[in-house]
């Protein structure tokens, strides 16, 4: 089993940046992949941003690119999201997940564990 916990969400103005952490506990390895995923209020969750546990290899979903980055500290077991130059369509709640495997993955139902969420709010 794996938790994961997230912290760092909140209410910013357009423009401002907020950086999101997730400490995972349990059974991690090198083996796992982090993701962040988020869901705006009626919409699908999303995927965000994806990385392994090594660090080596990340991806960004195209709408956050060049805006966010994902991080991480293996020695704390967190994972972060930097995101910048926010936008009122960022708003969501912000969910991290994890993967037991080398892969980088983009899609929800491939990741098995989850943390209870973290809300961001940009206001325009």
């Known amino acids: 089993q794996v938790q994961l916990v997230e912290s760092g969400g909140g209410l910013v103005p357009a423009g401002g940046s907020l950086r999101l952490s997730c400490a995972a506990s349990?059974?991690?390895?090198?083996?796992?992949?982090m993701g962040w995923f988020r869901q705006a209020p009626g919409k699908e969750r999303e995927f965000v941003a994806g990385i392994t546990w090594s660090g080596s290899s990340t991806a960004c979903a195209d709408s956050v690119k060049g805006r966010f980055t994902i991080s991480m500290d293996n020695a704390k077991s967190t994972v972060y999201l930097q995101m910048n130059s926010l936008k009122p369509e960022d708003t969501a709640v912000y969910y991290c997940?994890?993967?037991?495997?080398?892969?980088?993955?983009?899609?929800?139902?491939?990741?098995?564990?989850w943390g209870q969420g973290t809300q961001v709010t940009v206001s325009s």
């Open positions: 349990g059974r991690t390895s090198s083996r796992y992949v």
């Open positions: 997940a994890a993967a037991d495997t080398r892969r980088l993955l983009t899609t929800s139902y491939e990741y098995r564990y």
